[in-house]
């Protein structure tokens, strides 16, 4: 249930992708390569799930909105970079720099 359950909760904020190198670790020395493999499934299904209403109706762009890397944040919900001045907190380069 713990994929599926890290599956889901992707599917709500996919900040949690950040956790997907440990998980995979813990899964591979758990689990082994092919039960690995069958729980990556397993949450690649219940992704193709939840999105299927989306990926149905709006295709182009839900896959669009999903993976749009030229967002610019807003400095005034950032937490973390704060400091920063909202010239460089929105520049381009900045945002190159936080994905490399």
């Known amino acids: 249930w713990g994929c599926v359950?890290?599956?889901l909760a992707v599917s709500v904020k996919m900040n949690i992708l950040l956790?997907?190198?440990g998980l995979l670790y813990l899964l591979l020395c758990s689990q082994g390569v092919r039960k690995s493999a069958a729980l990556i499934s397993l949450c690649a299904l219940v992704q193709a799930v939840v999105g299927a209403p989306f990926l149905l109706s709006h295709p182009v762009s839900y896959?669009?909105?999903s993976f749009d890397l030229s967002r610019v944040f807003m400095h005034r919900w950032s937490?973390?970079?704060k400091f920063l001045p909202e010239d460089v907190f929105v520049s381009k380069p900045l945002a190159?720099?936080?994905l490399a």
């Open 96 to 98: 190159l720099c936080l």
């Open 19 to 21: 956790y997907a190198p």
């Open 79 to 81: 937490v973390n970079l």
């Open 5 to 7: 359950v890290y599956s």
């Open 63 to 65: 896959i669009r909105g």
